[in-house]
């Protein structure tokens, strides 16, 4: 008899790629893959808890699921990742609608999960979360011209506002040997373009190599036949060298667009955030990227509100920001997560912290406008994602533009998707460029 489940994926492109994963390991097992929990034998839920907002999200999800299962129409909830990491004791209390629960060290174990789930028991698995990295084939849901390449997990780092070592455990690096050997298999596929993914991919082959191997890696990557664009995210200031600024200018492959978040640039709340460097440091280094890599498109996240910020040091931040003139900004108010060093120290209310949040994006908008609409007159290179039958235009993206975070170009044209074309832009519009496809 036909089993079948349906898999909710939330949070970051790390968890994505576990529920890659499990959506393997379950189609190897014979389960069937259904588009909505309803109706199904189960639905998987990979859940995020690294914010209030992800963890109130994934709650959300497992209640409207709860619902599903007791009007009958769906049999069982599991749920993997973050948030039953980060709350193992509690969870299936707390919510006992759930059937079965795993760690973020017992990916691997979905099958044996589900058997239990359908076969009506209850089970909890806990792997070690610092354990080495499950080298598990995965299906692609990205579709067909890009994907991610996690090719590290957990943290080392301890920032005191950042629960992720706690959840995800210390920093493993996957060998080379296997990134490559992936990365070659997507190629294969069809894939032009891999995003780099890790907590930190400026420290791959640290613990593994005993060196920082991120820029050989790159190399070997730009060596693989069908692979065309290598975008990175997210790199530290502490841990660049020349060796990775040489290569990231030089390799024709690797997109030159860089994720490096800083989340504030005052010196006294990086050192309190326990953040390596000043923001001397993160001057000199942005300073250094403009003037030898051409064209660079910088990406940074940061936060509002964090213990330590008052007036003076909000004000540094926005000055910064307007002399840096970043392209791509994100910013979130902080949030006090139980059980690190800065959830107990003294902050702002979450309402001025949003409020500086929004001032910042207000800062901002009049820049990343500034740069879309410096494209205009252009022919871009855009990789090409789908067609929109509503506008009756294809929808890419050009190496400005990472998935799901920035922009994307929409353009009038004949091609098909994962093809990789050429736009001259004519219009830039709320984030959007407009074109059409020239030969």
Same mark, same amino acid.
């Given at each position: ?82 948030? +039953? ?9 707390? &919510? ?11 990916? +691997? ?20 979360? +610092? ?17 991610? &390449? ?26 080379? %040997? ?7 298999? &997507? ?97 000199? &280094? ?59 120290? %003294? ?43 509503? +506008? ?48």
């Amino acid at each position: 008899m036909e089993k079948t489940f349906s898999l909710i994926s939330l949070g970051c492109a790390k968890n994505l790629v576990n529920s890659e994963q499990m959506l393997y390991l379950m189609d190897e097992a014979g389960y069937t893959l259904v588009p909505q929990s309803e109706g199904a034998d189960l639905v998987i839920i990979n859940t995020c808890g690294f914010i209030d907002a992800a963890k109130s999200e994934a709650i959300d999800v497992i209640l409207e699921n709860a619902e599903l299962k007791k009007a009958g129409l769906l049999g069982g909830i599991i749920v993997t990742g973050c948030l +039953s990491e980060r709350y193992r004791e509690s969870i299936m209390s707390e &919510l006992p609608e759930i059937d079965a629960v795993l760690g973020v060290g017992s990916f +691997s174990d979905i099958v044996r999960a589900a058997d239990a789930v359908t076969e009506g028991r209850f089970i909890s698995l806990f792997g070690d979360q +610092s354990g080495p990295i499950d080298e598990t084939p995965r299906v692609i849901t990205t579709g067909p011209s890009w994907a991610y &390449l996690r090719i590290a997990e957990g943290c080392n780092n301890f920032c005191a506002f950042c629960a992720i070592p706690y959840i995800r455990g210390r920093y493993r690096s996957r060998t080379m %040997e296997n990134i490559l050997e992936e990365a070659r298999d &997507l190629a294969a596929h069809g894939i032009k373009e891999v995003i780099v993914i890790a907590q930190d991919i400026t420290r791959y082959g640290t613990d593994l190599y005993g060196k920082r191997c991120l820029a050989e890696l790159c190399r070997k990557l730009a060596e693989i036949e069908g692979i065309e664009w290598i975008r990175l995210h997210y790199l530290y200031v502490d841990q660049f060298d020349d060796e990775l600024i040489d290569e990231i200018a030089n390799n024709d492959k690797i997109v030159k667009y860089l994720d490096i978040p800083i989340q504030h640039i005052n010196n006294h709340i990086l050192k309190r955030m326990n953040r390596r460097g000043t923001g001397d440091d993160i001057r000199v &280094l942005f300073k250094k990227l403009r003037e030898r890599v051409p064209g660079l498109v910088l990406r940074t996240s940061l936060i509002a509100g964090l213990p330590g910020e008052g007036e003076a040091e909000f004000e540094e931040l926005c000055e910064f920001l307007k002399e840096a003139r970043i392209e791509r900004v994100g910013v979130f108010p902080f949030s006090p997560e139980e059980g690190t060093p800065a959830a107990e120290m %003294e902050h702002v209310d979450f309402e001025e912290a949003q409020r500086r949040a929004d001032l910042i994006m207000q800062l901002q908008a009049p820049i990343m406008d500034e740069f879309c609409e410096s494209f205009v007159g252009k022919v871009l290179t855009v990789l090409v994602e789908s067609y929109d039958n509503e +506008s009756e235009l294809f929808v890419g993206r050009c190496y400005a533009d990472s998935p799901d975070i920035d922009g994307q170009v929409l353009f009038e044209g004949r091609c098909t998707e994962g093809e990789m074309v050429q736009v001259e832009i004519e219009e830039a519009a709320d984030g959007l460029l407009f074109g059409i496809m020239v030969n």
